[in-house]
């Protein structure tokens, strides 16, 4: 089992530019978050997808937007890109079952924002 | 969402037991406590969760009281490579909804040898 995985591993852009980030989750898994983590924070929660849908949002602008695919996999789209975008993008997938969730995070994708 | 507070940072030596407390006052009823852990550059590792009691693991236990008003993660006999921050979040799992993560500041676990 490959667990989650995302690519690329790393990306540079310039501000204005858009930039799609790709998570493949974890074989069985439906569900699929979607999290930015600053240096040195926590992991900030920005939306997740299932059966094809968002059904959860953070806090964050509409610039940030996403997509999952029939076969569970996901996309992450960020328009306009802003210096401060730049950070660790984490992909994290799950089944709930029985009341018990687990999240399975992928490695990430670091964005740095010129 | 309820919210968690844990300390900011701690201090430990290889061997011995380790024990962070996370406080969440306004836990709701649904709620269940789930514990993370992540090293530098990766994604955060699930490493225990629990609702009520105490619930153990190959890696970890949890103690939860009976007000579910906080909880304890507690590491047995931790060596170096348990240097990570370990993070306490709590939401209801249950959610058929979805449901949102919301991940604190976190912990920072130093083991020294």
């Known amino acids: 089992d490959a667990g989650v995985t995302q690519s690329p591993t790393h990306l540079i852009k310039t501000r204005g530019q858009q930039v799609t980030l790709r998570c493949s989750p974890k074989?069985?898994?439906?569900?699929v978050s979607w999290y930015q983590q600053a240096l040195g924070q926590g992991p900030q929660f920005i939306f997740q997808?299932?059966?094809?849908?968002?059904?959860q949002r953070g806090n964050f602008p509409d610039r940030f937007s996403g997509h999952q695919f029939p076969n569970y996999s996901s996309e992450l789209n960020v328009n306009a890109l802003l210096l401060g975008d730049s950070a660790l993008y984490l992909c994290?997938?799950?089944?709930?079952?029985?009341?018990?969730?687990?999240?399975?995070f992928g490695p990430g994708t670091r964005l740095t924002v010129l | 969402l309820a919210k968690t507070t844990q300390p900011i940072s701690m201090d430990s030596y290889e061997g011995q037991e380790v024990n962070i407390t996370c406080s969440h006052n306004?836990?709701?009823?649904?709620?269940?406590i789930t514990w993370y852990q992540q090293f530098p550059s990766q994604g955060p590792r699930f490493i225990i969760q629990?609702?009520?009691t105490k619930v153990t693991n190959e890696v970890a236990s949890l103690f939860i009281p009976a007000d579910r008003k906080s909880s304890t993660l507690s590491l047995p006999r931790v060596s170096l490579s348990d240097t990570a921050v370990y993070y306490c979040?709590?939401?209801?799992?249950?959610?058929?909804?979805?449901?949102?993560?919301?991940f604190g500041a976190g912990t920072r676990l130093f083991v020294k040898a």
């Open positions: 994290a997938s799950s089944l709930v079952r029985d009341g018990f969730n687990e999240q399975f």
């Open positions: 074989s069985g898994h439906d569900t």
């Open positions: 997808y299932y059966e094809e849908e968002e059904r």
């Open positions: 306004n836990i709701a009823t649904n709620d269940y």
């Open positions: 629990g609702y009520k």
């Open positions: 979040l709590v939401g209801d799992a249950l959610n058929t909804g979805g449901f949102k993560t919301i």
